[in-house]
């Protein structure tokens, strides 16, 4: 368990949106929300996912907040401003003219917005990147609860540790054991899908950093310009 928090993904429990739900912070940066209810034991939090129960030790969170799922995006939207616009005073005839806008500051304001564009396009790939991510981390939850409960049944039934690890597929459903297999399959297309993209993820990581530093020195130099300053 500790491994799989170690990927340091958000991991998402759909809950009825009817009810409060808690959302666990973990210290990896993790997020695990939908949690309809929960308990201290053996200095674990304990919930029930996927079948089964999770339990993640205490000093692993950092909080635990309560909330309403789909209430806050309402929240957001109705108490959103409306932008304000104030009025321009009306020109006056004696009102100096505008100073001229310099070449160099229009050039430095197309190439922002062109990093702009650039940087937008590379935050859709990162988005579908990790997207892939969160979900081999819920495919890997799922396996590694349904686990559990089989090493869980067969101890039970007289079985060692070893035998039970050996043989706790025995002791689930078949529809749980369609699931394992299932969750398996879709685990190593995930990780071929992400091991094939990962070159290509790194080169816009580092491609982000690029824009990011280019379009700093290029904030720097416009406002130089604009207060009068020599670059």
């Known amino acids: 368990m500790k491994k799989l928090l170690a990927a340091?993904?958000?991991?998402?429990?759909?809950?009825?949106?009817?009810q409060a739900a808690y959302r666990l912070y973990l210290k990896n940066g993790s997020t695990i929300s939908g949690i309809v209810s929960y308990r201290k034991e053996d200095g674990e939090i304990k919930f029930n996912a996927g079948g089964?129960?999770?339990?993640?030790?205490?000093?692993?969170i950092v909080r635990i907040e309560e909330y309403t799922p789909g209430a806050e995006e309402k929240l957001k939207e109705e108490h959103v401003p409306a932008p304000f616009r104030p009025k321009a005073p009306p020109a006056s005839p004696q009102s100096p003219a505008p100073?001229?806008?310099?070449p160099r500051a229009g050039q430095i304001k197309a190439r922002l917005a062109e990093i702009d564009q650039e940087l937008a396009g590379i935050r859709k790939a990162e988005d579908k990147y990790k997207a892939l991510q969160d979900e081999l981390y819920q495919v890997n939850l799922r396996i590694q609860?349904?686990?559990k409960k089989g090493i869980d049944a067969a101890m039970a039934a007289g079985k060692s540790q070893l035998e039970a690890n050996q043989t706790y597929l025995q002791y689930?459903?078949?529809e749980e054991q369609q699931m394992v297999q299932a969750n398996f399959i879709h685990k190593g297309e995930l990780e071929t899908e992400l091991k094939d993209k990962k070159a290509e993820f790194d080169q816009l990581m580092t491609k982000k950093e690029n824009l990011l530093r280019r379009k700093q020195d290029l904030e720097e130099e416009l406002k130089g310009l604009q207060t009068g300053q020599a670059f």
């Open 172 to 174: 689930l459903t078949p």
């Open 8 to 18: 340091g993904l958000f991991v998402l429990f759909f809950a009825s949106l009817s």
């Open 145 to 147: 609860v349904l686990f």
């Open 52 to 60: 089964g129960t999770i339990g993640i030790p205490e000093s692993e």
């Open 99 to 102: 100073p001229a806008v310099s």
